[in-house]
């Protein structure tokens, strides 16, 4: 059964890098899209982006300037970077395996357990 | 970028009841449509993927449909564990969006 572990910082200063990793058990990595996203307090989920397991990446355009997303197929891991933080990025961060069945159709089907990210003075 | 709607935003409802949530895309989106269940405190699980596909796991109560803009999901009787809050997302284009969420609590 496949698991997502994730670790990373909890509690950042403004202007500073979030870094998180997810490591993949129990399954392949490749033929799959790893994604994260994350959810504000009490708010809803924000697509991030993604990285496939040759490396093409997709991102959200508003965080695209500032999101790097990278995978370690030796370490069946991806992590995610989010520079120049501010209170806005204050989420919980979820990492998530992204499936596509045979007809084509894309859906999170595995996720991590969450990082509480809070970013403050 | 694809805006989902879902509505209502909040639903109160009783054991037993049938309950329909819906999530409307700003465009067409054919059916790449997935339903997922986030209960306090967990992530979020796959229930529905390409609008009307059950996730393996998951009881038949639960049924999705729609195609193109319009999409519901329905469960046909709660039980306890249902309550917990409902998100659509696209998955037609990038990036990726989900609705703003449903939450459904016990009357």
């Known amino acids: 059964q496949v698991q997502l572990q994730q670790w990373g910082a909890g509690l950042l200063k403004p202007s500073e890098t979030l870094s998180l990793t997810c490591a993949v058990y129990?399954?392949?990595?490749?033929?799959?899209?790893w994604s994260w996203i994350r959810q504000p307090p009490g708010k809803g989920l924000e697509w991030i982006g993604e990285?496939?397991?040759?490396?093409?990446?997709d991102y959200n355009p508003p965080l695209k300037s500032r999101v790097t997303i990278l995978a370690d197929t030796s370490k069946n891991q991806f992590s995610l970077k989010l520079t120049s933080v501010t209170a806005a990025d204050t989420a919980l961060y979820y990492c998530?395996?992204?499936?596509?069945?045979?007809?084509?159709?894309?859906?999170?089907?595995?996720w991590g357990k969450g990082t509480t990210v809070t970013v403050s003075s | 970028d694809i805006q989902m709607t879902q509505s209502p935003s909040s639903l109160s409802a009783s054991l037993g009841d049938r309950v329909t949530i819906t999530c409307r895309a700003s465009?067409?989106?054919?059916?790449?449509l997935n339903w997922y269940q986030q209960k306090p405190g967990k992530a979020p699980k796959v229930l529905i993927y390409?609008?009307?596909s059950l996730q393996s796991g998951v009881p038949s109560r639960f049924s999705g449909s729609g195609s193109g803009t319009d999409f519901t999901l329905t469960i046909s009787s709660l039980q306890a564990e249902d309550f917990a809050a409902y998100y659509c997302?696209?998955?037609?284009?990038?990036?990726?969006?989900f609705g703003q969420g449903t939450k459904l609590d016990i009357k």
């Open positions: 998530a395996r992204e499936v596509v069945t045979a007809t084509g159709y894309y859906y999170m089907d595995v």
């Open positions: 129990g399954g392949s990595f490749s033929g799959y899209y």
């Open positions: 990285i496939n397991h040759s490396g093409s990446t």
């Open positions: 465009q067409r989106i054919t059916n790449y």
């Open positions: 390409s609008a009307s």
């Open positions: 997302q696209q998955s037609y284009g990038m990036p990726y969006t």
